[in-house]
């Protein structure tokens, strides 16, 4: 079964008609997007959109033998005429099957949001799902791996996350981001990001083959660093807000009285998606050699501040061994890992001799931590630029 993607962007395509803002100013030439259209081996196309016999003649395509038109969510965006020969639009029911002339088969699945998704299975047996923008399956029950899904994972990540809880996506099933509006980053950053959570996106008129591709590979350990307020957490966290189940680790604890710091902590748990489990705990050794789901470790100066405590190295105590081996857990680890990590070491000196040492400190593990790594990456002012791994300059 092949798909031909007319277009992969939201309801309003991107550019947004007289829209100024700086998403859709740059959003031009390639990096422009039509709204998300599939047609499904010229026989099938799922959401009508504006210019589709044009844009399935660019792709060389036709929409002369497409048997069933099915819309997946209601209109949004510019109006859209129903080329001649073409069959009526419809939305169908919830729960509905439909089987084709050709053999395809489409079940409408139910989405949490306005709109309605569709499964199809070709008559090769390949098996595709395409959910609406902005939506995630309603009570997806625990199912068969698809083949190919389709979906706004940059707008709902979660709905990719339930998608992998249920098995309906597992380790092989390729998964594209569609629905790509001015809300999503520009087009190298949604690249990254899409990456992260093990999908791709595709330029508008790019045909597949169901189940032929490769999955995305994933780094299995990245270290975010940045500066106070940079977004590195925030950016941690997304990696992982495609994935069920993390066990996020809080290096910095309680701390008694003092409403500012649980201020802090509140809001960190309350953007976390509420199927992520907390430990609070600076013994990350045992964590990182055990086996489990993935691990959010934030954040490395927390930890090293407990472990020059317990070393004494405020007063001549050697932190090293205990640096050495978290540096070599992260080596032998097996578990997917995301940690955090504060770039202390480009403002000015510090003062004290106590805050000179943590920096030196601190610049030794990350440095260290970092070697250990498939992917580096730098926040800074909500910004991520990628030091090492996919993405990066050079690509290494």
């Given at each position: 079964?092949?798909?031909?993607l007319?277009?992969?962007g939201?309801?309003?395509?991107?550019?947004?008609?007289?829209?100024p803002?700086?998403?859709?100013?740059?959003?031009l030439?390639a990096?422009?997007?039509?709204?998300?259209?599939?047609?499904?081996?010229?026989?099938?196309?799922?959401d009508?959109?504006?210019g589709?016999?044009?844009?399935?003649?660019?792709?060389?395509?036709?929409l002369?033998?497409?048997?069933q038109?099915?819309l997946?969510?209601?209109?949004?965006?510019?109006?859209?005429?129903?080329p001649?020969?073409?069959?009526?639009?419809?939305?169908?029911?919830?729960?509905?099957?439909?089987?084709?002339?050709?053999?395809?088969?489409?079940?409408?699945?139910?989405?949490?949001?306005?709109?309605t998704?569709?499964?199809v299975?070709?008559?090769?047996g390949?098996r595709l799902?395409?959910?609406?923008p902005?939506?995630a399956v309603?009570?997806a029950?625990?199912?068969?791996?698809?083949?190919?899904?389709?979906?706004?994972v940059?707008g709902?990540?979660?709905?990719?996350?339930g998608?992998?809880?249920?098995?309906?996506?597992?380790?092989?099933?390729?998964?594209?981001?569609?629905?790509?509006?001015?809300?999503?980053?520009?087009?190298?950053?949604?690249?990254?990001?899409?990456a992260?959570?093990?999908?791709r996106?595709v330029?508008?008129g790019?045909?597949?083959?169901?189940?032929?591709?490769?999955?995305v590979?994933?780094p299995?350990?990245?270290?975010v660093?940045?500066?106070?307020?940079?977004g590195?957490?925030?950016?941690a966290?997304?990696?992982?807000?495609?994935?069920?189940?993390?066990?996020?680790?809080?290096?910095?604890?309680?701390?008694?009285?003092?409403?500012?710091?649980?201020?802090?902590?509140?809001?960190?748990?309350?953007?976390r998606?509420?199927?992520?489990?907390?430990?609070?705990?600076?013994?990350?050794?045992?964590?990182?050699?055990?086996?489990?789901?993935?691990?959010?470790?934030?954040?490395l100066?927390?930890?090293?501040?407990?472990?020059?405590?317990?070393?004494?190295?405020?007063?001549?105590?050697?932190?090293?061994?205990?640096?050495?081996?978290?540096?070599?857990?992260?080596?032998?680890?097996?578990?997917?890992?995301?940690a955090?990590?504060n770039?202390?070491?480009?403002?000015?000196?510090?003062?004290?001799?106590?805050?000179?040492?943590?920096?030196?400190?601190?610049?030794r593990?990350n440095?260290?931590?970092?070697?250990?790594?498939?992917?580096?990456?730098?926040?800074v002012?909500?910004?991520?630029?990628?030091l090492?791994?996919?993405?990066?300059?050079?690509?290494?």
């Amino acid at each position: 079964m092949d798909i031909t993607l007319l277009g992969t962007g939201a309801p309003g395509g991107l550019p947004e008609a007289d829209c100024p803002c700086a998403r859709c100013s740059v959003a031009l030439g390639a990096g422009a997007r039509a709204a998300t259209s599939v047609l499904v081996d010229g026989v099938l196309l799922l959401d009508l959109t504006p210019g589709a016999a044009l844009a399935a003649a660019r792709a060389g395509r036709t929409l002369g033998g497409v048997l069933q038109v099915l819309l997946s969510h209601p209109a949004g965006g510019p109006p859209v005429h129903v080329p001649p020969g073409l069959p009526a639009p419809a939305r169908a029911p919830e729960g509905e099957e439909l089987t084709l002339l050709s053999g395809h088969r489409v079940r409408a699945v139910a989405a949490d949001s306005p709109g309605t998704g569709y499964a199809v299975t070709g008559p090769d047996g390949a098996r595709l799902l395409y959910l609406p923008p902005g939506a995630a399956v309603a009570g997806a029950a625990t199912g068969r791996a698809y083949d190919t899904v389709l979906l706004d994972v940059l707008g709902r990540p979660d709905a990719l996350a339930g998608l992998r809880a249920a098995n309906w996506a597992g380790p092989e099933t390729e998964v594209l981001g569609v629905h790509l509006g001015h809300d999503a980053p520009p087009a190298a950053e949604a690249r990254r990001r899409l990456a992260a959570a093990g999908a791709r996106e595709v330029p508008d008129g790019t045909t597949l083959t169901v189940g032929a591709a490769e999955p995305v590979p994933v780094p299995r350990r990245t270290l975010v660093l940045g500066g106070a307020r940079s977004g590195k957490s925030v950016e941690a966290e997304r990696r992982l807000a495609a994935y069920p189940e993390v066990e996020y680790v809080a290096t910095g604890g309680t701390r008694a009285g003092d409403a500012e710091w649980a201020r802090r902590v509140r809001e960190h748990r309350e953007r976390r998606p509420g199927s992520w489990r907390t430990t609070e705990t600076c013994d990350l050794v045992p964590l990182l050699a055990a086996d489990g789901p993935p691990l959010l470790i934030d954040c490395l100066s927390l930890w090293l501040t407990d472990a020059m405590d317990r070393a004494g190295s405020w007063a001549g105590g050697d932190v090293s061994p205990a640096a050495d081996a978290l540096v070599e857990a992260f080596r032998t680890t097996r578990r997917r890992v995301v940690a955090v990590s504060n770039e202390v070491g480009s403002g000015v000196v510090p003062e004290t001799p106590a805050g000179r040492l943590f920096r030196d400190e601190l610049g030794r593990l990350n440095a260290a931590v970092a070697g250990e790594c498939e992917q580096v990456l730098l926040a800074v002012a909500g910004q991520v630029a990628v030091l090492r791994g996919p993405g990066a300059p050079g690509g290494s």
